[in-house]
């Protein structure tokens, strides 16, 4: 598989490419639910193009963009296993070589749940985004439901800006416990991956009961952020009908998100 680390080799490969093109953009440190994304890519495009690269426009200063885990040989023999062609693995000169640039706007939906707790994340997303799909200029692009607003936002850019993809949505893979794969689980002691497992709890009881599950969290040791049910288009909160549920909190300084869609007419609000 070929690793391409400039813009200038990712565009000329990308002019050698007969057929349909996916992508599957992450940040790397990659684990068996970046490789579903992958699965799915390839299974319906001729050529799929993954991007690596921990984009820090998406970072809050007190965040840990420093200590995100970087694997790039592990993470190209992951992809290259599943089937990619090439991995974009940039620099951050590369990205953005100018300082002051031109950046998206997430818009309302940007500053609501996670926006609320990292303000400019989501401006962050939507630039990489839309700087990536300019330069692979793929025909689908995948996106995992595990990042549920994140999904939601680049459904309404592509759509508002007019970006010629189609935005593919693929469900949460979850170890067999529940807990949502994530490259965050690493910094989690035993312990704190027993409490990390009440996120995934709660979303399940949600189905039956939103008042029971938002005990089980504040009995726990999760530092909740938010725990609510949204419209899944508009991300209105919302206490009816087909919702989904979103959670977000820190378990020591590890800060997990996860959501479930549930239908609230079976599910007590109360
Ligand atoms: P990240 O590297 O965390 O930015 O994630 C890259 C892509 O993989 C995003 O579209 C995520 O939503 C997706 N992803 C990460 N973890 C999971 C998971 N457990 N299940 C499904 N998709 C995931």
Known sequence: MKIIKTIAQLRSYRATLIGS????????????????????????NDHVIVTNFVNPLQFGP????????????????????????AMFAPTVEEMYPSGPFVSVSAGAM?????????????????????????????DKAYFGQKDA??????????????FPVEIQAVPISRDPDG????????????????TALTLSKALKTAGTSMTDARKLLD???????????????TLEETDNGEALVLVAGKVGTTRLI?????????????
Not at 149 to 162: P, S
């Open 62 to 85: 007190n965040e840990d963009f420093d200590k995100y885990p970087r694997t790039l040989d592990a993470d190209a023999e992951l992809a290259e296993t599943e089937g990619a062609v």
């Open 21 to 44: 093109v996916g992508v599957v953009m992450t940040m790397g440190a990659l684990h068996d639910g970046h490789a579903t994304l992958i699965k799915e890519a390839v299974a319906h």
């Open 110 to 138: 940007g500053t609501k749940l996670e926006g609320a707790v990292r303000p400019g994340h989501f401006d962050g997303v939507v630039t990489v985004v839309a700087k990536l799909l300019n330069l692979v200029q793929p």
């Open 179 to 194: 807990l949502a794969r994530s490259s965050r689980n690493r910094y989690l002691s035993a312990s704190e991956r027993e």
């Open 149 to 162: 607003q994140q999904l939601q936002i680049i459904r309404r850019m592509v759509f508002d800006l007019n």
């Open 258 to 270: 996860d959501n479930a869609f549930v239908n609230l007419s079976n599910s007590l609000t109360t």
């Open 219 to 233: 009995d726990s040791d999760v530092d909740v952020d938010y725990f609510i049910a949204v419209n899944p288009e």
